[in-house]
């Protein structure tokens, strides 16, 4: 990075602000122009999910933190170029994002971290809705939480792996902040709270002692707990700031979660898996007949080919009493060879292996 010049007055500064936001602005419609040379060298598409590439946004993010000298965080630059990509994208058609809804939810901050604001978000009541949107193609992507680091998985996504046809294509991980957010902005009226169980979980010991009394009401979302907290003095809701804005809620207290590394990590769902980006995951649905080292079994062929697991999880199948399938993330693209011949290794000692995606890795401003 080159050294400002030294300058005698204001003026001068803004002066040179200004030709350098010239700068800025050409640029950018430079890169608006070539992206749109992008969709026309792929030829006649359908719609804008047909240019939208996660691998290789990814890529592009990882060498915009490599190349951040600063004085502006990771974090900011990382912001600043989803936004020019998402608007690039947009020129052809912005694309259609299924979240958990109302207006105001974590998912709804996710849908606009990974993918900017330039996308029709399409808020809906329960996570199975965001499935059945992009299985119906009404919805281009969709994003689902799948685990909180203070209160696990969220058991209601997992599920839905089980008999749907989508693939997960991206990750999200995002820092919760949760705030007790009331119309009267006094706690002293609070005689209940509303939110999400996760929340309700996540808060669960800042409630223990300062809203001992007041009832607890779990609620289909964070932002439905700032609507229904928008009719009466005695109610609140814990929810993020954003709710609070658009419900017109004051902050009571926060933040208010218990742990502060309180993070959430999303999934994108999309219909089709993705090329690799070169620093992947693959997440698996693996289950087997019941019988003395079963778990070992099934881990063994990650371990021989040196495939690392970063998670794992068991949850019942529904199809039978007492039958368990394990959710496993693994580092690696599908296509890579160690991943491919573990996945070889793995057909013969498991009854059933379905590949729910191999997405990029969460791009993180640390």
Known sequence: MTEPAKFENLAQVR???????????KLIAERAEFARLVGQVKGP?????????????AQVLRMVKERNQGPLSNEEMLRLFREIMSACLAQQEPLKIAFLGPE????????HQHFGHSVNGLPVGSIEEVFQEVEAERADFGVVPVENSTEGSVHSTLDMFHDSSLKICGEVELQIHQFL??????????????????????TRNWLRTNLPNAEKVAVSSNAEAARRAQG???????????????????????????RPDNNTRFVVLGRDLFSPSGSDKTSLLVSGQDQPGLLFHLLEPLAKRGVSMTRIESRPTRRGKWEYAFFIDIEGHVEDEPVKAALADLGPVSSFVKILGSYPKAVLSE
């Not at 598409?45 to 946004?57: C, I, K, Q, T």
């Not at 105001?104 to 849908?111: D, E, H, L, M």
């Open 15 to 25: 002066s040179r602000i200004d030709a350098i936001d010239r700068d800025i602005q």
């Open 45 to 57: 598409l359908r719609a804008a999910v047909d240019y939208y590439r996660p691998e290789r946004e």
């Open 104 to 111: 105001g939810t974590f998912s709804q901050t996710a849908v």
């Open 181 to 202: 957010l009331s119309r009267s902005g006094e706690m002293s009226r609070i005689q209940r709270v509303f939110s999400h169980p996760q929340s309700l979980g996540q």
């Open 232 to 258: 009466a003095d005695d109610c609140a809701a814990i929810a993020g700031q954003s709710a609070g804005r658009v419900y017109d809620l004051k902050v009571v207290a926060g933040p208010i979660e218990d």
